[in-house]
């Protein structure tokens, strides 16, 4: 049978036998058909079935995964053989992809149940194109964190929650497999003398992964997600993050030009409000993002986007974060966005900031403001410039504004803890003085972080220059 007769047959079995989305949300009320979803092809619902198996969260495993493991492993090499002789690129024609599976598991299942067959096309859609058993996962919109702890460990974030699912793979080879696709789309590798990959999936989702000899436990994944809608300042205010006048502050930041630094531990939403604070630039001004595996989701017109590149295979080719922020001097920016400075490019960021590229922005890890000025410190020195402290130190009192600091609690909520003004330097000290604070007053019946945002009736030196610039300020924030 040609591939095209394969195709028509496929096409008219599709037409009488459509089934509807099941979006990812691990609920009863999670069925109908996917948003925006406006190809016919048929999505079972029983692929995408997970219900919560335990006040903790957990998830539970497709049926068929261990019914039909022979049979779905010998469907798949069937459409692999089709796709390479017939097809080509399946990412290219995913919907010939999706007739020619739904083709070959009724022509070789038949005698499996058909919500079975069902389930079976999704599975081998999902490990010929997709991320094999964490599909499911990557459609859930309220998981934010996916960690693969080897072939059987699989752990999700979740409302800031951690949770360990029963979704597997089916070896370490099977994780390799699923990570050597995500990283080659951006001709990344990853093998025994490379264990250590960044990457990004086409949602913009960020991948880090390390394998053996490195990871001892077998292959390790984690996929940091991100909204696919960019989050405004008004949705951290509707999740207690910062009250309304740091907000309003924040904003006067951002049109007052202030160099910001975002300053906070691992997971506490740095990118997050470095994202949220970027929308605030005016869209006449050019913006150049630099980032180690592109994150941010600017939605100004002028903004150009570098990401930094590893060594290849050889040792070769490597651009880092460094060559990028002096690159990015000679291309006429009016602000910089360096999603993170870990090294010897905090200097040339420092320096960026004090020769007239205003209103520049970066993260940090660090666990307070004063924290925050010593790693920047220490980032300088690790450049192997040999500078006295006090010039270092006197750089940054001069390059900086605004400290803000995140942390993430033990109930999982992130909260903006401090905003802290840069004021200049007492003798060999950098000055810093808070300018709102969050003060927690223990936890609320259902173990949940109370406290409330206070300003501490300072106003902040930056004052002047945001009323020289005409950006509007009320003198009630600071009350």
Request: charge should be negative.
């Amino acid at each position: 049978m040609s591939l095209e007769e394969r195709l028509n047959r496929a096409r008219g079995a599709r037409g009488t036998s459509s089934v509807t989305v099941q979006t990812a949300v691990p609920t009863q009320q999670s069925q109908g058909t996917s948003g925006g979803e406006s190809r016919s092809v048929a999505r079972p619902q029983a692929a995408a079935r997970r219900v919560a198996a335990s006040s903790a969260g957990m998830l539970a495993p497709v049926a068929t995964t261990s019914r039909y493991g022979d049979l779905r492993r010998s469907l798949q090499a069937k459409v692999i053989e089709e796709i390479n002789t017939t097809i080509g690129d399946a990412a290219d024609h995913e919907a010939e992809l999706d007739d020619l599976i739904r083709q070959v598991v009724f022509d070789e299942a038949a005698e499996v149940p058909r919500s079975d067959r069902e389930v079976l096309i999704q599975e081998i859609h999902n490990e010929v194109i997709g991320l094999g058993p964490l599909e499911d996962l990557m459609k859930d919109p309220k998981i934010t964190e996916i960690m693969v702890n080897g072939a059987k460990d699989v752990y999700i974030e979740r409302d800031g929650r951690i949770a360990k699912t029963n979704v597997t793979f089916e070896n370490d080879d099977h994780v390799l497999r699923i990570l050597d696709r995500i990283v080659s789309r951006i001709g990344r590798h990853v093998d025994e003398a490379s264990p250590l990959v960044d990457a990004r999936l086409e949602d913009g989702s960020r991948v880090n992964a390390v394998i053996r000899p490195v990871a001892i436990k077998g292959p390790s994944i984690t996929i940091r997600r991100f909204s696919s809608a960019p989050l405004q300042i008004a949705d951290l205010m509707e999740h207690g993050s910062l009250s309304y006048s740091m907000s309003s502050f924040l904003e006067a930041c951002i049109l007052g030009k202030a160099n910001v630094i975002v300053s906070g531990g691992t997971g506490s939403g740095k990118t997050t409000l470095l994202n949220i604070l970027s929308a605030f630039i005016p869209d006449e001004e050019r913006i150049v993002t630099i980032e180690d595996a592109a994150e941010l989701q600017l939605e100004q017109n002028d903004v150009v986007t570098l990401e930094a590149r590893p060594a290849n295979s050889e040792g070769k080719g490597r651009i880092s974060i460094r060559d990028l922020v002096r690159n990015s001097l000679r291309m006429r920016p009016d602000r910089i966005i360096v999603g993170e400075v870990r090294s010897a490019e905090t200097l040339d960021m420092l320096q960026a900031m004090n020769t007239g590229h205003e209103g520049s922005l970066t993260t940090v890890h660090a666990n307070s403001p004063r924290d925050a000025m010593s790693r920047l410190e220490t980032m300088v020195l690790m450049g192997g410039i040999e500078l006295p402290v006090k010039a270092i130190r006197d750089q940054i009192s001069s390059a900086l504004d605004i400290v803000v600091q995140q942390a993430r609690f033990r109930d999982g909520s992130r909260k903006i803890v401090s905003i802290s003004e840069v004021v200049g330097m007492e003798g060999s000290t950098i000055t810093l003085q808070d300018i709102f604070v969050y003060q927690q007053e223990g936890l609320d019946a259902k173990g949940r972080v109370k406290g409330a945002f206070k300003a501490t009736g300072i106003r902040p030196h930056i004052l002047k220059k945001f009323n020289e610039m005409g950006v509007f300020v009320r003198d009630e924030w600071f009350s």
